[in-house]
Each structure stands twice: as structure tokens, then as C-alpha cells.
């Protein structure tokens, strides 16, 4: 049970940097950069916060993979759509991936061709971030209840 709960605490945390860091974004520096045209800002937040919003990711995903674990859901039983707990946790999967892609597609197909030029798609997909994020944290808070 202690090894439970200091999994989770950590988990929380690493869910606070991400998610927190993500609202501040989409909050503060998007609308900064659509007043200025420029992603000057953007770019400034993102310098700052790649620094510990990766390892935060990353530490999402050990974290919650020992969670699952703890209640008995293994890769074997990833994506299978079952019990209450493994929906979760395989939705929680499922939007990380996205997180994942949405990412690697912004940093090698979106912000190169920006130009210090705001544009909606990247405006988007700050949004589809963010909102995967808060998505995640939402499903998170279902597994004190056994899940849906």
C-alpha cells in the first residue's frame, strides 16, 4: 500500500508540471503571441519548460504503468477493453500516444516552417495538448472509483 500511494504522489506531481505547464501555455503565452504575431513567446516558454515538462512525460508514464501493475492490469491486458481499470488505463495509453505524435509532428513538421510566425494549426495543436492533458488527469481521478 505505501509503495502505492508514493507511485501516485509522484504521478501527481509529474501530472501537475504537465498539465499546469500546458494551461499556462495555451492561457498565458498563446495569447501573448497571437497580440504580438510572434512566437517569441511561445518559443521563450517552451526553451523554459521542455526542461522538466519531458522528464514530467516520462515520469507519467513509468508512474502510471507501475499503477496499472499494482492493480493487475499488464501489457497482456492493454487495449482489451475489459475491466473498469483497464479501460482506463488503456485510454490513458491511447492519448499519450497522441501526445507523442502530436508532438514529434510540431517540433519536425510544424515549427520549422513557422518563421516567428503564429499560425493557427500550431495554435491547435497547443490546444489538442492541453486538452489531452486535462483529459488524462480526468481519467486518472476515475480510477479512485473503480473506473467508469
Known sequence: IMYHQIILIIHLLAATIWVG???ILLLKYVPKAIKS???NDITFFRKNFESVGIPSLLILLVTGILMAYHYEITIDKWFTFESSIEKLVSLKLILFFCTILLAFTAVK????KLQNKPSFLL???ISLVTIIAISMLILGSLVRIGGT
Not at 513538421?109 to 520549422?112: D, V
Open 109 to 112: 513538421f510544424i515549427f520549422p
Open 37 to 39: 504575431n510572434s512566437l
Open 123 to 125: 495554435y491547435l495543436f
Open 21 to 23: 505547464g500546458h494551461l
